[in-house]
C-alpha cells in the first residue's frame, strides 16, 4: 500500500477529517504562489503591504494594491481538478472543514461547481469554509466595517482615486489580513478546535511558514490525529506528519478522491 492509498483509508474511517490549503492548490489555476524563485514575494516587496503600511499611507498601499491584485488574479482563474476533488469528498461527507489561507475564492466556486453536477446533491453536505486569510474579491470599510465587491472600487484606483472611502468616509482595505493584522477573532479558535477534533488532517500547498496556520498540523497530531502533508516540496512542518505525499496536487487529489470512493465500495 502507498501512502496516497494509506491515506485514503485514513480518510474513509475517519469520523472527522479536516484540510488546510495554501497557496499550491491553486497554482494550477495559473494563481501564482507566494514563495521560491517566481513567488510574489521575489516580485514585491512584501512589507509594502502589512498592516502598519496600510495605517500610515493608505493611498500608496492601494497604488501597490492594485498592482498585486492584476498579477495574482489579473488573467481570470478557475477552480482546478484539485478544489474539485476536496469539494467531492465535501459533498460525499468525507471532509468536515476547510481551513484555507488563499484568498482567492476557489474553494466556494469548486463546491457550487461540484454541487451544480450533482443532481442530489444535499444542501446540508458539504464542509465548513474558514477563509483565514480573507477574501481579496471583498473590501471592507475600516470605520462602518461595510463590505463590498472590490472590481469597482479596483476600478476607482485605476482612475487615481485613492485611497478609496465609503459613503460613510472611511477608507476601504481589502479584506484580507494583512502582514501585522489579527485574524477575525472566531476563527482562529475555530481552526484550533477543527484541528485537535479531527481525526484525519490534510495540509494540501503550504510551505507551512505563516503562522498561526503552520502550526495546525502539530496541534491535530497532538491530540492523535493522523496529519497528512501533500505538497510539491518539502514543507516546514514535514516533521510534524505522519504521511507525506510529494507530488503535484493536481493529480493527487483527484487519486486520493478516487481511493476513497473505492474503500466505501
Ligand atoms: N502541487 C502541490 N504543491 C504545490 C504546487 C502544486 N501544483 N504548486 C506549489 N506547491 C507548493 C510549493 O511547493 C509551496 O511549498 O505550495 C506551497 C506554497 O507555499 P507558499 O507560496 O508559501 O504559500 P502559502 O503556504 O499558502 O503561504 C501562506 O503566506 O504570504 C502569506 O498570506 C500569504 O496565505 C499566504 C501565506
New binding site residues.
Partial sequence: MDDLERLADEIADADTVVALT???IS??SGVP????DD?V?ARFD?GQFTYGRFQRDPAGFWRDRLELYETMFGDGFEPNPAHEALAALARDGHLEAILT??TDGLHARAAETVADGDENASNQSGAELLEL?GNAHRVRCVQCGRRKPNEPILERVRDGDVPPRCECGGVFKPDVVLFGEQLSPATLPRSRSLARESGVFLAI??????EPAASLPRQAAQTGGTVGIV???E?ERDRDASVVVRG???DLLPRLQGLVVDDEH
Avoid: Y
Avoid at 504562489?33 to 521560491?36: I, K, V, Y
Fill in positions: 495554501g497557496a499550491g497554482a494550477p504562489t507566494f514563495r521560491g513567488g514575494w512584501e489561507q488563499n486569510h500547498g503550504s510551505s507551512l511558514f505563516v505538497n510539491l516540496e514543507t503535484d496536487v493536481v
